[in-house]
């Protein structure tokens, strides 16, 4: 059966830290590893990863997939408080099948 | 224009009506998608479109019934609903069906009465 994980489920942390959200799979027919960040209505995209050991990155935000040990990591750097949300890490494998979600609170 | 729209915002119904929820996006995308998402839960797919044609259904009940009538536009009928389909109804849409990023609308939230 196939599955994709989420750790920590949720997280509270201050203003400036730096936090690590972790996703692994056993999945089928692996495509692809995307991030969302979903706060009050729709999950907007934050990475999608194909590749082992090719960090993505975009301002404060970086993620990496490892195909060997079948993971990827999520780091947010210097928090800040609209990093509030709910992380969802998704598995393209044909059609997409979602984690948990990580949800991250940053408090002033 | 890299939005995906979504009608209503919000929709409550009884367990006797049909209602119609529509997701339009005009990226030129040729997948899109339906999807449910109950509360502090993550969404689980529903219904793939790949060029207008239905591609995947996750097993969905006869009750929920989707259309595609071209590129742009994605329809989910609804009929004879039970309480328990109450959740937030999304659509997303990507260039392609397969290895490509969803792209999601705001979400229909639904209540059945």
């Known amino acids: 059966e196939d599955k994709v994980v989420q750790s920590p489920l949720s997280l509270v942390v201050h203003e400036g830290d730096t936090v690590t959200l972790n996703c692994s799979y056993e999945?089928?027919?692996?495509?692809?590893l995307l991030w969302y960040k979903q706060e009050k209505k729709a999950p907007t995209f934050l990475f999608m990863l194909?590749?082992?050991?090719i960090e993505k990155k975009s301002g404060r935000l970086s993620s990496i997939l490892d195909k060997k040990e079948l993971f990827s990591i999520l780091n947010i750097t210097a928090t800040q408080t609209g990093d509030s949300a709910v992380y969802l890490c998704?598995?393209?494998?044909?059609?997409?099948?979602f984690g948990a979600g990580t949800r991250l609170t940053v408090k002033p | 224009d890299t939005e995906v729209t979504q009608t209503p915002k919000h929709l409550v119904m009884g367990m006797t009506n049909k209602k119609s929820l529509k997701c339009e996006q005009h990226?030129?995308?040729?997948?899109m998608y339906w999807y449910k998402q109950k509360a502090k839960k993550p969404p689980e797919l529903m219904f793939v479109?790949?060029?207008?044609?239905?591609?995947i259904n996750e097993s969905v009940p006869s009750r929920f019934s989707p259309e595609c009538p071209n590129s742009s536009l994605l329809n989910l009928h609804l009929h004879a609903l039970q309480p328990e389909d109450s959740a937030l109804y999304l659509c997303?849409?990507?260039?392609?069906?397969?290895?490509?990023?969803?792209?999601f609308g705001p979400g229909t939230r639904l209540t059945v009465t």
């Open positions: 997303a849409s990507s260039q392609f069906n397969g290895n490509y990023e969803q792209y």
């Open positions: 999945v089928t027919n692996f495509r692809s």
């Open positions: 194909t590749s082992s050991g």
């Open positions: 998704a598995v393209e494998k044909g059609d997409m099948r």
């Open positions: 990226m030129g995308h040729r997948a």
């Open positions: 479109y790949s060029y207008e044609k239905l591609s």
